[in-house]
């Protein structure tokens, strides 16, 4: 299919500790299509995360090639990755990993700030996202004067901001309780349906079951990949 | 667009924590407002002292000893005696107005009151030479010279320097013809100078002016020694044989050989200014240069509260990078920082150095003047100072990996 967002080939990467080596990720092949919602699950210490950082650009793998939208990112200099972080890329991290300082829409206009994006459509743009996730009334508010569904639900309009090809989440669910977690994957769920393409990593399986398909990990390689039995039949 | 958002983050660090910033930059407050106050101090030093040889007037040629240099030991000064003013008086067929000068700080006693002055000892020419002129009384005369007599001639200001607060009790006529005591030598008031003002040079506002021969024998204890010989033309046009004919008497009086290094110097207001100008330069640079390094210093500390920084928000710059900032824009962000920081310090350090420089004309009545291009200098100096000091750790942050940032706790 041409539609491809992310192609991996041989995707591989070494940690070098002194004199021993930690092959994180062993050789990855994968192709994710555009609207597809996957959930990369797998043990602690599979290589997810790693994964998921090349995936959006903030590591360069030791060897293999990643294509994004068709252009080969494995061999991009930094500023040009974090050009395509900018551009096609959002992140919701487990941490939130909001600027405890700074309101909430400041937080979600930063994307546009390194876009380059006027104040003034940088705020037009900024609140409507927060009014999509249901902050409509919480603009003005500092992070740590809200709640952890409240900040991952800022994290997740700041993702969308820049209108990015991709919405990376590494366990973004795994700093909320049962019923906020599902708050936010339903949020998930919402904007996947509306054509979102989203990779998940996640280590729970009511989590993963908001995909539509599931890719394990172990000891850095590929163990399964599956579609989730309700999702759509695309593949 | 994205420069002024970036400056506008770098503000708001600051801004967040304003007695942080206004601590870390105290280093350069003090560099600067030092750097201010010095050179203030010197200009106006320059200032006063320009405007005092202006006013010595242009035909006045002063006399000093020289230092001498014998065997490439640095010598004490060499000696100017009232014989030699004797000798250019007597052989300069009238050319030469001649004065000699011996001056000393005396204490001055009058009835109830007293005060500190300069105490001259000159001859009636002296008046001539500076254009000095009475208010009251009269000048000494050669008589009283010869006859080492205890009269004196008072500056302007002497009865209220005397006097103080209650300045009305002691009137110009009241002294004329009374008893002052100097060094506790009683002598007697014959006349008193109009003020000149300000710009006088050697006073003589402030000043008493005794017959040289009085000042030398009963006052200065013996001592035959001569701050200087003063000598003037009719005009300035003599200038040129004037100096010839002093070079001349001179060496003979000290008994030269052709040849030999002059163990005297003759000045005129241009010269004078220059060598002042020189010595004034060489001072304001050598204190500029110490305020130099209390502004290095305070670079120093702003580099060290800069990596401090940097290290607190770790975080903050792993997720401006993953939200897509390259590393010019972290770099820039910070750079701006250290700069604002110091530009904040410098202007600051200006304002105190403004009052600093007020407050040492107030109360110790030392002339200041704040020069433009000293404060342009300074500011830019700070200037200098934030990007220089900011650029390691600006570049410490940019060049962060944006995983491992996001991972710092
Ligand atoms: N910066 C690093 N330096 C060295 N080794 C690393 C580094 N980051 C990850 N590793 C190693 O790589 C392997 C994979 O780590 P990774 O964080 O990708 O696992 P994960 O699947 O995300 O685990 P978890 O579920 O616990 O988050 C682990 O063995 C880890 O110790
Ligand atoms: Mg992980």
Known sequence: MNDVIIRTEGLKKDYVLGAETVHAVRGVDLEIHRNEFVAVMGPSGSGKSTFMNMIGCLDTPTAGKYWLNGQLVSELTDDELARVRNKAIGFVFQTFNLLPRASALHNVELPLIYAGVGSRERRRRAQEKLQMVGLGDRMEHKPPEMSGGQRQRVAVARALVNDPALLLADEPTGNLDSTTSQEVMEQLAALNREGQTILLVTHEHDIAAYAKRQVHLRDGIIEKDFMNHHGGAEA | ?409
């Not at chain 2, 008086?89 to 000068?101: A, C, F, I, Q």
């Not at chain 2, 009865?159 to 009305?168: F, I, P, V, Y």
């Not at chain 2, 770790?314 to 110091?342: D, H, P, Y």
């Open chain 2, 1 to 409: 667009m994205l420069i002024f958002e970036i400056i506008m983050v770098a503000m708001a660090a600051i801004r967040a924590n304003v007695l942080r910033a206004v601590l870390t930059t105290l280093g350069i407050i003090i560099g600067v407002a030092a750097v201010i106050a010095v050179v203030a101090l010197g200009q106006g030093a320059q200032r006063r002292v320009e405007a005092q040889i202006q006013s010595m007037g242009t035909n006045v040629l002063t006399i000093r000893p020289n230092w001498g240099h014998f065997g490439g030991v640095r010598n004490v000064a060499q000696r100017l005696y009232v014989r030699d003013a004797d000798a250019l008086k007597r052989e300069s067929n009238g050319l030469l107005t001649v004065s000699p000068v011996a001056s000393s700080g005396q204490q001055v006693t009058y009835s109830r009151w007293n005060a500190h002055a300069e105490i001259y000892g000159v001859w009636p020419e002296y008046f001539a030479i500076h254009d000095h002129h009475l208010a009251l009384g009269r000048y000494f005369t050669e008589g009283e010279l010869q006859g080492r007599r205890r009269v004196a001639v008072l500056g302007a200001n002497v009865l209220s320097n005397l006097a103080g607060q209650d300045s009305a009790a002691l009137t110009p006529e009241s002294i004329l013809g009374q008893t002052i005591q100097i060094r506790g030598v009683p002598f007697v008031v014959i006349g008193i100078l109009k003020a000149k003002g300000e710009s006088g040079f050697q006073g003589p506002d402030e000043d008493i002016f005794v017959p040289t021969s009085t000042a030398l024998y009963r006052l200065f204890g013996g001592r035959e020694r001569l701050s200087s010989i003063e000598v003037s033309t009719f005009s300035p046009k003599e200038q040129e044989q004037a100096y010839a004919q002093i070079d001349q008497i001179m060496r003979r009086q000290h008994r030269l050989r052709p040849g030999d290094d002059a163990d005297f110097q003759v000045f005129n207001a241009a010269q004078m200014m220059s060598t002042f100008n020189e010595t004034n330069k060489t001072l304001t640079y050598l204190l500029a240069g110490i305020a130099g390094i209390s502004l290095l210093v305070g670079g120093i500390g702003i580099m060290n509260i800069m990596l401090v920084s940097v290290t607190e928000r770790t975080r903050e710059i792993g997720v401006r990078k993953a939200l897509g900032a390259t590393r010019q824009n972290i770099m820039f962000q910070f750079l701006v920082e250290s700069l604002a920081l110091c530009v904040l310090g410098g202007v600051l350090g200006v304002g105190v150095g403004f009052l600093a420089a007020h407050l040492m004309t107030t109360f110790a009545q030392w002339q200041t003047y704040v020069a433009p291009y000293a404060v342009f200098t300074a500011l830019g100096f700070s200037a200098g100072v934030g990007l220089f000091f900011g650029m390691w750790p600006a570049r410490r942050a940019a060049r962060l990996d944006p995983i491992e940032a996001l991972r710092y706790e």
